[in-house]
C-alpha cells in the first residue's frame, strides 16, 4: 500500500485529497506545517510527499530544501501543491527539488496521475478511468 503525506495547514483541503487517494487503496498521513511535515516524512517514510509552501514558520521551500539533504528522505518525490504559485514560486520549488508544482484548486484525475507519473507500474492505478 502506497503512504502519501499531505502538509498543508489547510484540514479541509487535506480531508478532500485524503477521500481522493484513499479510493486507491493510498494510505494518507496529514501534517499542518512543515516541521510536522518533516518529522512524519522521516518516521512513516512516505512513497510521496504532497506540500504546500506557506507555513507559520519553516516554509514548504525550507522543508523541501531539509528533506532533500537528508539521506532519509532525499529521494522521496514531492509535489508542491499551493494556491500561491507564481512563475517565480514554481522555479524556486523545482531548484530545492520538487518534482512538480501544482496549482490549487486541482482535479482528482490530475493529482492522481501526477502520482502515478512518479510511481509507475503501481496497481493502485489499474483501471483508474480519467474524469473531465
Known amino acids: 500500500m502506497l503512504t ?3 502538509i498543508d495547514k489547510s484540514s479541509a483541503d487535506s480531508l ?3 477521500q481522493w487517494l484513499s479510493k486507491f487503496s493510498m494510505r494518507v498521513i496529514h501534517a499542518e506545517n512543515a516541521e510536522d511535515g518533516i518529522v512524519l516524512s522521516k518516521t512513516q517514510l512516505p512513497d510521496v510527499i504532497i506540500t504546500d509552501i506557506e507555513f507559520p514558520g519553516m516554509s514548504g521551500f525550507q522543508a523541501i530544501r531539509q528533506l532533500k539533504s537528508s539521506d532519509l ?3 522521496i518525490p514531492i509535489i508542491i501543491l499551493s494556491d500561491k504559485l507564481n512563475p ?3 522555479t524556486w520549488g523545482l531548484r530545492q527539488g520538487a518534482n512538480f508544482c ?3 484548486p486541482i482535479a482528482e484525475n490530475e493529482l492522481v496521475s501526477r ?3 512518479l510511481l509507475p507500474g503501481e496497481e493502485a492505478y ?3 478511468a480519467f474524469q473531465n
Open 73 to 75: 528522505t532525499k529521494s
Open 126 to 128: 489499474v483501471g483508474y
Open 102 to 104: 501544482l496549482t490549487k
Open 4 to 6: 502519501i503525506l499531505i
Open 88 to 90: 517565480i514560486n514554481q
Open 16 to 18: 478532500i485529497y485524503s
Open 115 to 117: 502520482i502515478q507519473t
